[in-house]
């Protein structure tokens, strides 16, 4: 027996076709990639998360209800009355939750979403044994409305995915647009209006759950300045939550980040200014880039700037050059040719990314 007829015999060919998820090495660059919050906590908030940290209890399972932590989330971060939270390792896991809840075993269930989006749609898709169906964006990076609704009334998919503001593109889908997708669905699909960004672009489909059944709102923690203790949450009608809920691995969320977790909400003001900050930096950045000859600048409600460039392949390889890492996404859609995706960092990191990018544009 070999190992690679074993692989063959067990591993299904779908999975064999691909390639893993890859993370970029980020050691000694200036890193503007992955859209995280590039302040840490204050000093004194450190030290104090320390101690609390030290006295977890790391010999017993989490609390399974999750009650303290979901709580704090409902009351700080808009949750409407009379709903609740499940929460997820991440956003990653409650695409999976989702997926696996709604990946019928009677017929061969859909994801719909628009591409280019985040390609966890459709990985998790392929993975829980669901169809993908990607529909462009426009050339201006908006939905295509009427395609949206054909692709639905076509595919009747039961999940469509709408990342708000959208990865990797930054722009904000226009909110009728959501609406008549939420309502072009009925009583055949979900809406899961992905809201990662939501600090960043303050416009939220949270507070409108009560008026549609069929709508799921999810968000990170990552994006706020907690990536790295990956919680993700979502919201929906009580009863539909609840079925999602069947799914969920008792014990997903470690007690390490449900007591972090905790602390920084009881602290939220601070990640709030930390945000406030990040949306006026993202405009001076904007700003600066769309003053740098051929260079084109896509509005952003997130914390990060798309923009097109002569050459993506050169300008990238340049600030790799340069020790900055930035996205090159110019391959992911036709739409996105010649694009790099930039997070918006402190005022020093984006000078020292401005004043790099300034001489690959030039070079």
């Keep these: 027996m070999s190992i690679d007829s074993l692989i063959r015999n067990t591993i299904r060919s779908d999975v064999l076709a691909i390639p893993g998820y890859h993370v970029a090495d980020a050691s000694g660059f200036i890193k503007l990639d992955a859209m995280e919050n590039p302040y840490p906590l204050p000093e004194h908030l450190a030290t104090e998360l320390a101690t609390r940290l030290a006295n977890v209890a790391l010999n017993r399972y989490p609390v399974a209800s999750y009650a303290s932590v979901k709580e704090r989330i409902c009351k700080q971060l808009g949750v409407p009355a009379g709903y609740d939270v499940l929460l997820g390792n991440g956003s990653d896991e409650l695409i999976s939750i989702l997926d696996m809840a709604c990946a019928r075993q009677d017929r061969r269930a859909v994801v719909l979403a628009p591409l280019p989006t985040f390609v966890m749609y459709a990985r998790s898709a392929q993975f829980a044994g669901m169809d993908f169906v990607g529909v462009p964006l426009k050339d201006d990076l908006t939905l295509d409305l009427p395609a949206m609704l054909a692709a639905i009334a076509q595919h009747k998919p039961a999940l469509v995915y709408l990342s708000y503001p959208n990865n990797p593109t930054g722009n904000l889908f226009s909110e009728q647009d959501v609406v008549a997708i939420i309502e072009a669905l009925g009583d055949t699909g979900l809406a899961v209006v992905d809201e990662a960004y939501e600090p960043f672009a303050q416009q939220s489909f949270m507070g409108r759950l009560p008026e549609f059944d069929n709508l799921v709102v999810m968000r990170t923690v990552s994006k706020l300045g907690l990536a790295g203790i990956r919680l993700g949450y979502m919201s929906a009608a009580p009863k539909l939550l609840e079925q999602f809920d069947k799914v969920r691995p008792p014990y997903n969320v470690n007690v390490l980040t449900q007591v972090a977790a905790e602390f920084a909400l009881d602290n939220i003001d601070v990640l ?21 000859p051929g260079v084109q ?62 001489a690959s544009q030039a070079a």
Excluded: W
């Excluded at 930390?274 to 769309?290: S, V």
């Design 272 to 292: 709030n200014q930390q945000a406030a900050i990040l949306r006026e930096q993202r405009a001076l950045l904007a700003e600066a880039l769309a003053a740098v």
């Design 297 to 358: 600048v896509f509005p952003s409600a997130a914390n990060f700037i798309l923009v097109r460039v002569p050459d993506a392949d050169a300008a990238n390889a340049y600030l790799l050059s340069r020790k900055v890492l930035v996205k090159n996404v110019g391959k992911m859609h036709s739409v996105l040719a010649n694009c790099l995706r930039i997070t918006v960092s402190t005022p020093d990191e984006n000078a020292a990314f401005l004043e790099a990018f300034k």
